[in-house]
């Protein structure tokens, strides 16, 4: 929505990691450098970590651009809680090795010969295995055993690990991972944006969707937008596409801080209602993501608990609302039917000014509450391609 409002080829913040926006921070550039030296020396393990959003993947997404399909065959692996034996099906999964059974002898095997056909042909193989904090031991070992595979004094099988801050911890002190430390070859861990690279990193998604200048953004909210937060890409994508929505909904041509205070007023909100929500320092990082749809499931299948009760919310307030005009009407008219009013009974400028403030702030509360409920409907629809259309 807000992209069409405000004239954008697409929306610059999206959560999905896309090599297109990616932006070098000083962290990234070194991460690469990293990465380039240890895919030269074609062995080993390459370990990258970093906060859950701050760029691994948009990282890895940028490397494998700039790799040649020709020289290095690459498999990629999302892990869940993994252990040795299931590790070894789902890397051949990646590889695209047929499996028959779940025998692991015959799906190493498997793998092996993969590999060694890779090799004659002239190709490496790399493996990337993403959120290896959730990997069992065994399957770290699994993994290890894999480094072991050659053809003649060739290694067949380089592996690239990526995983939060725990997973850096549990390398470097675990005491039966002592043979996987003395594999790795590189290892970097991905810092957070610093004020001055959060500006530079808005500045080059609005650009990179033709952004000339609508919104504008007014003075101090970029700092307050890195205050909010800390530097980590993902939530600044996060509050800035809550931001950018805000201001389509309500026809704004600048984003200011008061807007941004509304933003994470209300995110805040959000995560508060999932009973599954993780702190955070602003607590608007979501614990897990909401997964898409069965294919064949239309929008109107889709249940929306949480729009529903919002919306009861909004009723709720409505009917106070009148109930709040009903009390006014009494405390200021009477029917010609009734005796006369004593001035006694008038009420003095106070009580009516009190009044009216009371009306004022629910007609308020109505307002956010309906505006909420708008901002959600929008981002869910926009969250899938089908949805956008309807």
């Known amino acids: 929505m807000y992209d069409h409002f405000y004239g954008f080829s697409g929306r610059p ?8 926006f990616y932006f070098e921070s000083s962290s990234h550039k070194k991460a690469m450098s990293y990465l380039g030296y240890g895919l030269n020396q074609g062995e080993g393990f390459i370990v990258i970590t970093g906060e859950v959003g701050a760029g691994k993947s948009t990282l890895v997404a940028h490397l494998m651009e700039r790799i040649n399909p020709e020289e290095l065959t690459v498999a990629q692996v999302v892990t869940s809680a993994l252990d040795g034996e299931e590790l070894i099906h789902v890397v051949a999964q990646a590889f695209g090795i047929a499996i028959h059974g779940k025998d692991k002898a015959s799906a190493l095997g498997a793998i092996e ?16 295995v993403d959120e290896c904090q959730n990997l ?74 033709g952004w000339q200048g609508r919104p504008t953004l007014r003075p101090g909210l970029l700092p307050a937008l890195y205050r909010a937060t800390d530097g980590i890409p993902r939530r600044v994508n996060q509050v800035m596409n809550r931001l950018l929505l805000l201001g389509a909904i309500e ?3 600048a984003l200011t801080i008061k807007m941004l205070d509304a933003v994470i007023e209300e ?6 209602r999932g009973s599954s929500a993780q702190p955070s320092p602003l607590s608007i990082e979501p614990s897990v993501e909401t997964a898409d749809p069965a294919p064949d499931q239309n929008i109107d299948s889709v249940p929306a608990t949480e729009v529903a009760a919002l919306l009861a919310q909004r009723d709720a307030r409505t009917a106070e609302l009148e109930a709040a005009l009903g009390e006014l009407q009494a405390a200021g008219t009477s029917s010609f039917d009734h005796e006369p ?27 956010q509450s309906f505006r909420h409920v708008l901002t959600m409907l929008i981002e869910w629809l926009e969250d899938n391609k089908a949805r956008e259309a309807a």
Do not use: W
């Not at 913040?13 to 297109?20: N, S």
């Not at 725990?166 to 991972?177: C, G, S, V």
């Not at 009013?341 to 307002?367: G, H």
């Open 13 to 20: 913040f999206q959560l999905t990691p896309d090599p297109e």
């Open 113 to 128: 010969r993969y590999l060694q056909e890779e090799a004659r042909e002239g190709k490496r193989c790399l493996l990337v």
């Open 136 to 209: 069992d031991l065994t399957a770290l070992e699994e993994m290890r055993m894999l480094s072991n595979f050659q053809l003649g004094s060739h290694p067949l099988l380089q592996t690239l690990l990526l995983g939060q801050p725990e997973f850096r911890r549990t390398l470097a002190h675990h005491p039966d991972l002592d043979q996987l430390r003395q594999r790795i070859i590189a290892s970097h861990h991905l810092e957070a944006l610093d004020e001055e690279e959060v500006e530079d990193y808005i500045m080059h998604r609005l650009k990179h969707v």
């Open 251 to 253: 026809e704004k041509d």
């Open 267 to 272: 995110m805040g909100a959000d995560a508060a």
């Open 341 to 367: 009013i004593q001035l006694s009974e008038i009420p003095d400028e106070a009580e009516v000014n009190a009044a009216l403030d009371r009306i004022e702030q629910r007609l308020e509360e109505q307002e």
